[in-house]
C-alpha cells in the first residue's frame, strides 16, 4: 500500500521490562510489542475527549479513519514516545519485552488496522523470539481483535484491555476492585458477539443454529447482572462517600487534590507532604484506592490533601465511568495540585492530557496550582535558572527540595478557615486554651502580668471563635 512504512526491531530482551515483583511460580509472560502511527488524520474532525476516544476511536476505525484526541492546539505524543509509555505498561503488567514493531501507514484498516501482510510480518517476528502475548499500543474493535488473532495465533490485547489489566492487578480496597470489574465487564460485553460458535463448538449452518446462540446469550445476561450488581455496591459506596463529605464540609477544612499524569511523583509528594504511608512506586498506576490524610499548614490550620489516580492519554472511558465516585474528590476540592514531572521530556503533552481529564470531570474551573516536580532529576545549571511564580511551584518530593513554599502557597491560596492576627489576654489558670493557642496558632510575643498572659497571635478563625471572650478589641 502506498505511503507504508514501516521498521521491525525484534530485539529479544535487548530492553527488559522494569523488574516486577511477582510469584517465584509465576512465569514472567514475554510480550512483543507493537506501536501504530497513522500519517493522516480526517479532515474536519472536531474536537474530542481523551476520556470518550477508547470508543470513538473503535466506530472510526471501522469506517477507516483517525481522529485526535486532543484539541487542535494541544502538542501530541510522537510514536516513539507512544512506544515508550506501552514499554512501561507492559512492565506495570508484569511483562517481559521480547521484541517491538512500528507500524506507519496513511489510515487504519477495517479489518486488521494495520494490514493482513504486516500482520503476517509480526506473526513471525513474534513467533522468533517466543512472544506469549502481542500489545497493541491502538484500542481494537472485538472483530479487529478477532481478525487479528486468526492471523498471528497468539493471544491479542490492545491499548484499553492492558491498562484494566494493570488496574486490576494495583485495586487493593474493595471499591477499587469494584471500580475495574465494572470497567472490565463493559469492556468484555461487546467481545462476546461472534463468539457463539466457540462457546459451543457447533457450526452457524442448517441444523446447528441455537446451542451457541444461546450460549452466548446466557453470558451476555449474566454480565448485565453482574453490571448491575457492581453498580448498586458502587452507588452505595458513592452515598457513603457523600455522607463523609457532608461531614468534613460542615467543618471549616479545606479539601486539596493532588492530580497528574501517571507516574508524575503525586504519592511521593502526598507523603512528603502528610507523613502518610502510601504506596510510592515508579511503575504505573501504582496509586488507585484514594487516599485522604491531614495536613497542617504554617498558619497551623488543618487542610485534608486527597491523592487520587493518575491519568494517562486514551484513558478508557470504561475506566472513567468506574471511577466517578473518586473522581469526585477532585470535583468538590477547594484546590487542586495538579503535579508534572519536570525531567520528563514531554511534560507539556503530559499536561495536556491532564487538563483534557479535569474539563471532562468539570473540574477545570477549580483553583489550581501547578508543582512542577523532580526538580532532582534536572541538570544543575537547568535546575538553579528555575524560578517560581504565581501559578508554577518546582519541587522534589523525593529529596524534600520547595516543600516550604509549596506549603505557604498552598496556605495563602485557602480561603477557608483563614486566620486572623488578633491580641488576646487569657488567665494563667486557663491550662486548656494556652495550650490549644500553642498548637494551633502562631504566637508573636507573650507576657505575663497579675495571672494574665497577654499574647499576640494568629490563629485559625475556628479556633479565635472558640477563645472570642479573651480577645483585645
Do not use: C
Not at 509509555?85 to 511483562?95: D, F, K, N, T
Not at 501507514?105 to 502475548?133: H, M, N, Q, Y
Request: proline share 4%; hydrophobic share 40%.
Amino acid at each position: 500500500m502506498r505511503g507504508d512504512d514501516s521498521r521491525l526491531a525484534s530485539r529479544a530482551s535487548a530492553r527488559s521490562a522494569p523488574k516486577t515483583v511477582q510469584n517465584p511460580s509465576e512465569r514472567q509472560e514475554r510480550a512483543f510489542l507493537v506501536g501504530v502511527e497513522f500519517r493522516t488524520r480526517r479532515r474536519g474532525a472536531g474536537k474530542v475527549s481523551a476520556l470518550t476516544s477508547g470508543a470513538q476511536a473503535a466506530r472510526d476505525q471501522a469506517a477507516g479513519a483517525e481522529v485526535s484526541s486532543l484539541p487542535a492546539d494541544s502538542p501530541d505524543f510522537s510514536s516513539e514516545e507512544s512506544l515508550d509509555e506501552l514499554r512501561a505498561l507492559a512492565g506495570s503488567a508484569g511483562a517481559q519485552i521480547a521484541g517491538e514493531f512500528m507500524q506507519r501507514r496513511d489510515r487504519p484498516d477495517p479489518a486488521t488496522l494495520i494490514g493482513k501482510g504486516k500482520l503476517e510480518e509480526i506473526a513471525g517476528a513474534a513467533a522468533s523470539v517466543t512472544a506469549d502475548v502481542i500489545l497493541f499500543d491502538h484500542d481494537l474493535t472485538p472483530s479487529q481483535q478477532r481478525n487479528i488473532e486468526r492471523v498471528v495465533n497468539t493471544r491479542v490485547i490492545d491499548r484499553t484491555q492492558l491498562i484494566l489489566d494493570i488496574f486490576a492487578r494495583h485495586a487493593r480496597t474493595r471499591e477499587g476492585q469494584l471500580q475495574v470489574e465494572l470497567a472490565q465487564l463493559d469492556y468484555m460485553l461487546p467481545r462476546l458477539a461472534g463468539r457463539g460458535i466457540e462457546m459451543s463448538q457447533l457450526g452457524g449452518g442448517i441444523g446447528t443454529r441455537g446451542p451457541g446462540e444461546t450460549q452466548l446469550e446466557t453470558d451476555r445476561r449474566k454480565i448485565h447482572r453482574r453490571i448491575r450488581h457492581v453498580k448498586q455496591q458502587l452507588e452505595d459506596v458513592r452515598r457513603v462517600r457523600a455522607q463523609q463529605r457532608q461531614r468534613r464540609e460542615s467543618v471549616p477544612v479545606a479539601t486539596v487534590a493532588l492530580v497528574g499524569y501517571t507516574n508524575a511523583g503525586k504519592s511521593t509528594l502526598f507523603n512528603a507532604l502528610t507523613q502518610a504511608h502510601v504506596l510510592a512506586s515508579p511503575r504505573m498506576f501504582a496509586t488507585l484506592d484514594p487516599t485522604i490524610r491531614s495536613v497542617e499548614l504554617p498558619s497551623r490550620r488543618k487542610a485534608l490533601m486527597s491523592d487520587t489516580v493518575g491519568f494517562i492519554r486514551h484513558l478508557p472511558h470504561t475506566l472513567v465511568s468506574a471511577f466517578r465516585a473518586t473522581l469526585e474528590e477532585v470535583q468538590r476540592a477547594s484546590l487542586i495540585l495538579q503535579v508534572s514531572d519536570a525531567s520528563s521530556p514531554i511534560s507539556a503533552e503530559q499536561d495536556a492530557q491532564v487538563e483534557t481529564v479535569l474539563k471532562e470531570l468539570e473540574a477545570d474551573k477549580r483553583p489550581r496550582l501547578r508543582v512542577m516536580n523532580k526538580i532532582d532529576l534536572l541538570p544543575p545549571k537547568q535546575r538553579e535558572s528555575l524560578r517560581d511564580d504565581g501559578q508554577t511551584i518546582h519541587v522534589s518530593a523525593a529529596k524534600g527540595i520547595g516543600l516550604g513554599a509549596l506549603l505557604d502557597r498552598v496556605d495563602a491560596m485557602l480561603d477557608e478557615d483563614r486566620p486572623s492576627r488578633v491580641r488576646l489576654r487569657i488567665p494563667q489558670k486557663e491550662g486548656k486554651t494556652l495550650a490549644l493557642l500553642q498548637a494551633r496558632a502562631r504566637i508573636y510575643s507573650r507576657t505575663y502580668q497579675d495571672g494574665l498572659v497577654e499574647l499576640e497571635a494568629e490563629a485559625p478563625a475556628s479556633i479565635l471563635r472558640r477563645i472570642r471572650q479573651w480577645v483585645i478589641e
